[in-house]
């Protein structure tokens, strides 16, 4: 037996998903297990030895099948409604213990990374990262070209991202 599913669901999906809806369900949820209804009888049509095969009702059994497997699921999940004010004093915005060893072990690699760097250039990278001072004020301080200044800062952000990594 085949059905011609597109003539089906144009003449019954709408008539499904009041049912589930008169059932308690929402509209959203009720689309939802509509649409399952007709993926399910896709995937495994009904066997062709039914008799007195009514393809309506049995699209409304398994939408009602549907509509009971998904209370039980809801059933075993337990909500809590929260307000934007009750979600963001709910996260815990402290970092995890392997954060923060992670995190330390960073700044050792980025130390001794700095260490490794020629006087000039790690003067002129602290000067514009650390001390938040503009490409021009680090050359004016340390009295060279602005090209150069930013020459010497770029160089120590590779040498940092090559031992440390992402930076």
């Known amino acids: 037996m085949t059905w011609d599913i597109q003539t089906l669901f144009r003449r019954h999906a709408r008539g499904i ?3 589930l809806a ?3 369900m929402t509209e959203e949820t009720a689309a939802d297990i509509t649409q399952d209804t007709f993926l399910r009888v896709i995937a495994t049509p009904p066997a062709n030895d039914a008799q007195n095969h009514n393809p309506a009702a049995y699209l409304y059994q398994v939408s009602r099948n549907l509509g009971i497997n998904h209370r039980r699921r809801q059933a075993l999940v337990e909500t809590v409604g929260l307000d934007d004010e009750e979600a963001l004093n709910t996260a815990d915005p402290s ?3 392997e954060k923060i060893v992670y995190s330390r072990q960073c700044l ?3 130390f001794a990374a700095l260490g490794e760097l020629p006087e000039r250039t790690r003067r002129a990278f602290e000067m514009h ?3 938040e ?3 021009s004020e680090v050359a ?5 070209s602005t090209t150069r200044a930013w020459t010497l800062i770029r160089d120590a952000y590779r040498h940092l991202v090559g031992r440390v990594g992402e930076f």
């Open 22 to 24: 008169r059932k308690g």
């Open 140 to 144: 004016e301080e340390l009295d060279i």
């Open 108 to 110: 050792v690699q980025t």
């Open 133 to 135: 001072r503009t490409v």
């Open 95 to 97: 970092p995890s213990p």
């Open 129 to 131: 990262r650390l001390g």
């Open 17 to 19: 998903a009041r049912s």
